[in-house]
């Protein structure tokens, strides 16, 4: 049986393409490891997924000062050699790092053993935890056509994310039942996450009773952001969190209103859902959205509104903009390489093998 490490952590955005990619790998046949942190956001979701999971010390590096620069080092140093010792122990045919400093002394640990690794950058520029990793990569995957050139190009492979494949398996109806909503009028569904969803969530309340002129409208505002006073308003439906039914709600949606996450919106890409992207600011992120967001505008599968031009009248022409456009945006999406981020990826993992 092929055995294979996945690493990865820090954030749900390092671990969720993880969890995208075991379907397929089961379906090849690997048996399955994990390497994270003690106690990271990823060893509750590998854990939940069933996957045996080893945790390691793990420590951040920063290009900034701070007193934990003087002790993290060591971390990372027993990182590495609990990283060696599982490496060595289970001997996995490759490893596959979605990033996050964890997943430096793995990628370190697997070179030491002559283990094939592929690595994926979500972002346009790779962050720091990567630029470490690139030397001991055989492929790096990237999820922007921008990304190829700050990448080794005999490594750089545009990819995409992967998503979740129930995400593809949603049914419109099933999402009409769900939120209780008509089939005759269009459905813009609003996805904001908890974090950086207050003011989109603020700016779709704000243009509400004009927005149900024309449409309906799904909301997915985060936790403790429901508006009491809207619950029951016709047309409108709001959720702080969707799970399993989140696949009918995107099959469901006409448009799409979204921050820019990269593996947000690479779902949207997947799906083809055409959409309005406002990414986080500046000032509330180091403008990685801001650059996702233009990528994809240029690519012609996204319209984008900046927070700085974020007012009701700026908000309500994008979306009737975007409505109007939808086929466009649609075709665009259509014409794009990365068809299956999963199919990808995973021949590229079996290629690494077959080449030792």
């Known amino acids: 049986m092929k055995k294979i490490i996945l690493t990865g952590g820090g954030t749900a955005g390092h671990v969720t393409p993880n969890l995208a990619l075991l379907p397929a790998l089961k379906e090849k046949g690997y ?11 990823e060893k509750k979701l590998i854990e939940g997924a069933g996957i045996p ?19 993290d080092p060591f971390r990372v140093v027993k990182g590495y050699a609990e990283a060696l010792k599982i490496i060595k122990a289970y001997k996995p045919d490759a490893v596959f790092s979605k990033g996050g400093f964890v997943a430096v002394p793995v990628v370190l640990a697997a070179k030491h053993h002559k283990i094939p690794t592929i690595i994926h ?31 080794p190009k005999e490594k750089a492979v545009l990819t995409g994310s992967p998503i979740r494949s129930e995400l593809r398996k949603g049914d419109r109806l099933s999402g009409l039942q769900f939120t209780h909503l008509s089939p005759d009028r269009p459905i813009i569904l609003v996805i904001g996450g908890s974090l950086g969803s207050v003011r989109v969530n ?4 704000s243009i509400l009773s004009k927005l149900l002129e024309s449409f ?30 989140l696949k009918h709600l995107f099959a469901a949606a006409d448009i799409m209103i979204s921050r820019a996450g990269a593996n947000s919106i690479c ?46 009248d700026a908000l309500y022409k994008a979306i009737q903009d975007v409505y109007a456009d939808r086929q466009t945006y649609i075709h665009a999406m259509e014409q794009t390489p990365q068809k299956n981020a999963v199919e990808t990826i995973v021949s590229l993992i079996e290629g690494c093998i077959k080449a030792g």
């Open 31 to 41: 048996d399955i490891r994990y390497i994270g942190s003690y106690q990271g956001i």
């Open 53 to 71: 999971y080893e945790g390691i010390s793990s420590g951040k590096l920063r290009r900034y000062f701070d007193l934990k620069n003087f002790s």
């Open 202 to 205: 603020t700016a779709v309340r």
């Open 216 to 245: 309906q409208v799904i909301h997915i505002c985060g936790k403790e952001h429901l508006d009491d006073q809207l619950i029951g308003v016709p047309g409108y439906v709001q959720y702080e969190y969707v799970d399993k039914p």
């Open 121 to 151: 950058e979500s972002d346009i520029t790779p962050g720091l935890a990567n630029k470490l990793c690139i030397s001991s990569a055989r492929k790096v995957c990237c999820n922007f056509p921008e990304t190829l050139s700050y990448l």
């Open 267 to 312: 779902e949207l890409l997947a799906l083809r859902k055409p959409n309005l992207l406002i990414p986080l600011s500046a000032a509330a992120s180091r403008g990685d959205q801001i650059l996702n967001a233009r990528s994809f505008e240029k690519q012609g599968f996204s319209a984008v509104l900046e927070e700085e031009a974020l007012t009701d």
